[in-house]
């Protein structure tokens, strides 16, 4: 289990996040959902230790990540933030080789090729694993950050929306992987998301934030509920059941 | 072509290019000229390997290809520090005369320099860039001190600080070529487990960070490595301005990998080749009397322009 306890970070004086304490149940898909600027990515880099917050403590598994050194950390938790603009070439096999650092410490035995192997397999990348990455587009460039995230494979995946940039069918099949993740695998994945059909139809747990403090923590049929949606986003929402999800109306 | 094949043409050229030197019109009494031609030699093979270490390993901490150390002000610091000794001691007092004592003084202080900064900036903001840009304001305040003084001493004197200002192989600091080797390879070795770190690094901050890099603390060795490096060409033959753009952007294009042990090889060589082979061409080809130095930066001047170009292209 992963638990913040009374997270905070200002920025001079503007709270970003304020005393948010959330428990991320283990092996299930949590998502984060709220407006922009809610500071639902802060909070996802602070759990990350991408950003040192202002106050509270995450544990992990009950230890505080802090007294856990960072190389073991990374392979324990790892984090895709959303723009990945990198600055040397790189093919898809060397960017996702990289997830295996943590392990190798830059020396790929066998056993880390075929990890990496079968992590450029689960993302579809197989017939441009020897292309440079800033010729492909968008959508596949994506996919091979977050290959490079399973080749790390952790136990707590956190993603910065992953979906960003991505099509409707590449969407589907990124969410069906992180699924298997975490049924497959045992994987614990936390989701930024916008996409609030997305997260009813793919997460376990849904944690809402407003204004940087937790708006309300559950399952998805506690949280994807009209009134409570009303809440977070200020709009009106139409929740209709449908082939055992629920999908929320609101274009109109 | 392979990178270690292009490594080993390269080494190959870096070699002939300095048996030229040593050995070119050397006469028949080698016992003169070799003494000599061999402490100049020694000096731009660590100079050059120096530069172009501390440059590669700048570069990437910063995140950028076209930045060297002395935008941090390194060489500003040194400089300073010569002029103060000069205006305070005189030109024989005991800083100019011992140079290993000299030497030693500099870089201890200019490790202290670095360690402020880091300490009062970087630990502070966790941030390189302002860093640098605190760094930039200290190279111009060092800098405006240096030239008052200068200004204010005898001219005789003012000719000792202006050979620090100038790279010039043909009065190298012989007594320092020992201390330097050393310090090269003490770094050469303290480094080598940090090179696949700084691979990481160069995927950015935040995924270096995910990967376990513990960024802080690579910067702050990295940055006492880079102080250690650019003490030593800056006190053996002065300041090499462009070198390090050059040679590491060279590096950059020449080899297919990111690797740093492959890109600061190919640096190392580079420099090598273009502080022996240049300085060998202008002295016993061409019989000018200017310095390297100054081709060096008037090619890297032009060559920086290309990159700014280019990098605003994209």
């Given at each position: 289990m992963m638990r913040t306890e009374n997270i905070s970070k200002f920025y001079d004086e503007k709270?970003?996040?304020?005393?948010v304490s959330v428990d991320i149940p283990k092996g299930k898909i949590t998502s984060f959902i709220g407006s922009?600027?809610?500071g639902k990515s802060t909070l996802l880099s602070v759990m990350s230790r991408l950003i040192k917050q202002s106050g509270g403590k995450v544990y992990l598994e009950g230890t505080?990540?802090?007294?856990?050194e960072d190389s073991e950390l990374a392979k324990r938790v790892s984090i895709l933030k959303q723009s990945s603009h990198i600055n040397i070439r790189l093919t898809v096999r060397e960017l996702v080789s990289f997830g295996r650092f943590p392990y190798s410490g830059g020396r790929l035995t066998q056993e880390d090729e075929d990890i990496v192997s079968r992590a450029i397999g689960y993302m579809d990348l197989m017939e441009s694993e020897?292309?440079?990455?800033?010729?492909?587009s968008g959508g596949q460039r994506q996919r091979a950050f977050i290959a490079m995230i399973i080749a790390q494979d952790t136990d707590y995946v956190l993603l910065d929306e992953?979906?960003?940039?991505?099509?409707m069918k590449h969407s589907v099949q990124i969410m069906k992987t992180l699924r298997r993740l975490t049924d497959e695998l045992g994987k614990t994945v936390v989701l930024v998301i916008h996409d609030i059909n997305f997260a009813s139809c793919y997460s376990d747990y849904i944690a809402a934030l407003k204004d940087g403090k937790l708006a309300g923590f559950g399952t998805v049929e506690q949280m994807i509920e009209s009134g409570i949606l009303k809440d977070i986003f200020g709009m009106d929402f139409d929740v209709r059941e449908m082939n055992g999800s629920r999908i929320c109306l609101y274009y109109t | 072509m392979r990178d270690s094949a292009k490594l080993a043409v390269l080494f190959a050229a870096s070699l002939v290019c300095v048996l030229l030197f040593i050995f070119?019109?050397?006469?028949?009494?080698l016992s003169f000229i070799l003494p000599e031609r061999g402490a100049k030699v020694a000096a731009m093979v660590l100079t050059g390997v120096a530069v172009a270490y501390s440059s590669v390993i700048f570069q990437t901490i910063t995140f950028?290809?076209?930045?060297?150390?002395s935008v941090m002000g390194f060489d500003a610091v040194y400089l300073f520090l010569q002029t103060v000794a000069l205006f305070f001691f005189?030109?024989?007092?005991f800083m100019m005369v011992n140079e290993v004592f000299n030497f030693t003084v500099s870089a201890a202080s200019l490790m202290l320099f670095t360690f402020f900064l880091y300490r009062l900036v970087f630990v502070r903001k966790g941030n390189v860039f302002f860093l640098m840009l605190v760094g930039v304001v200290m190279w111009t305040l060092f800098r405006s001190l240096t030239v008052f003084m200068q200004m204010l001493i005898d001219p005789n004197e003012y000719a000792i600080v202006q050979d620090t200002m100038f790279a010039s192989f043909?009065?190298?600091?012989?007594?320092?070529i020992g201390v330097s080797a050393v310090i090269i390879a003490l770094v050469a070795l303290f480094c080598v487990p940090m090179l696949r770190k700084l691979d990481v690094m160069l995927l950015g901050r935040e995924h270096a960070v995910n990967l376990g890099i513990s960024y802080d603390v690579l910067v702050k060795k990295s940055l006492i490595i880079i102080t250690l490096l650019v003490a030593i060409p800056t006190a053996l033959v002065?300041?090499?301005?462009f070198l390090g753009i050059i040679v590491s952007n060279l590096a950059y294009e020449t080899?297919?990998?990111?690797k740093h042990a492959y890109v600061i090889t190919c640096a190392s060589l580079f420099s090598i080749i273009a502080i022996a082979g240049g300085q060998f061409i202008l002295e016993r080809?061409?019989?000018?009397?200017?310095?390297?130095s100054v081709i060096i930066n008037f090619a890297g001047g032009i060559y920086f322009i290309y990159l700014l170009t280019r990098e605003s292209k994209r």
């Amino acid at each position: 289990m992963m638990r913040t306890e009374n997270i905070s970070k200002f920025y001079d004086e503007k709270a970003v996040v304020e005393g948010v304490s959330v428990d991320i149940p283990k092996g299930k898909i949590t998502s984060f959902i709220g407006s922009n600027g809610a500071g639902k990515s802060t909070l996802l880099s602070v759990m990350s230790r991408l950003i040192k917050q202002s106050g509270g403590k995450v544990y992990l598994e009950g230890t505080p990540v802090t007294d856990i050194e960072d190389s073991e950390l990374a392979k324990r938790v790892s984090i895709l933030k959303q723009s990945s603009h990198i600055n040397i070439r790189l093919t898809v096999r060397e960017l996702v080789s990289f997830g295996r650092f943590p392990y190798s410490g830059g020396r790929l035995t066998q056993e880390d090729e075929d990890i990496v192997s079968r992590a450029i397999g689960y993302m579809d990348l197989m017939e441009s694993e020897n292309n440079y990455i800033d010729t492909l587009s968008g959508g596949q460039r994506q996919r091979a950050f977050i290959a490079m995230i399973i080749a790390q494979d952790t136990d707590y995946v956190l993603l910065d929306e992953p979906l960003n940039n991505l099509d409707m069918k590449h969407s589907v099949q990124i969410m069906k992987t992180l699924r298997r993740l975490t049924d497959e695998l045992g994987k614990t994945v936390v989701l930024v998301i916008h996409d609030i059909n997305f997260a009813s139809c793919y997460s376990d747990y849904i944690a809402a934030l407003k204004d940087g403090k937790l708006a309300g923590f559950g399952t998805v049929e506690q949280m994807i509920e009209s009134g409570i949606l009303k809440d977070i986003f200020g709009m009106d929402f139409d929740v209709r059941e449908m082939n055992g999800s629920r999908i929320c109306l609101y274009y109109t | 072509m392979r990178d270690s094949a292009k490594l080993a043409v390269l080494f190959a050229a870096s070699l002939v290019c300095v048996l030229l030197f040593i050995f070119y019109d050397a006469g028949s009494d080698l016992s003169f000229i070799l003494p000599e031609r061999g402490a100049k030699v020694a000096a731009m093979v660590l100079t050059g390997v120096a530069v172009a270490y501390s440059s590669v390993i700048f570069q990437t901490i910063t995140f950028n290809r076209i930045l060297t150390p002395s935008v941090m002000g390194f060489d500003a610091v040194y400089l300073f520090l010569q002029t103060v000794a000069l205006f305070f001691f005189g030109g024989g007092g005991f800083m100019m005369v011992n140079e290993v004592f000299n030497f030693t003084v500099s870089a201890a202080s200019l490790m202290l320099f670095t360690f402020f900064l880091y300490r009062l900036v970087f630990v502070r903001k966790g941030n390189v860039f302002f860093l640098m840009l605190v760094g930039v304001v200290m190279w111009t305040l060092f800098r405006s001190l240096t030239v008052f003084m200068q200004m204010l001493i005898d001219p005789n004197e003012y000719a000792i600080v202006q050979d620090t200002m100038f790279a010039s192989f043909n009065n190298v600091r012989a007594d320092l070529i020992g201390v330097s080797a050393v310090i090269i390879a003490l770094v050469a070795l303290f480094c080598v487990p940090m090179l696949r770190k700084l691979d990481v690094m160069l995927l950015g901050r935040e995924h270096a960070v995910n990967l376990g890099i513990s960024y802080d603390v690579l910067v702050k060795k990295s940055l006492i490595i880079i102080t250690l490096l650019v003490a030593i060409p800056t006190a053996l033959v002065g300041q090499m301005t462009f070198l390090g753009i050059i040679v590491s952007n060279l590096a950059y294009e020449t080899m297919k990998t990111y690797k740093h042990a492959y890109v600061i090889t190919c640096a190392s060589l580079f420099s090598i080749i273009a502080i022996a082979g240049g300085q060998f061409i202008l002295e016993r080809v061409f019989y000018f009397n200017i310095t390297i130095s100054v081709i060096i930066n008037f090619a890297g001047g032009i060559y920086f322009i290309y990159l700014l170009t280019r990098e605003s292209k994209r």
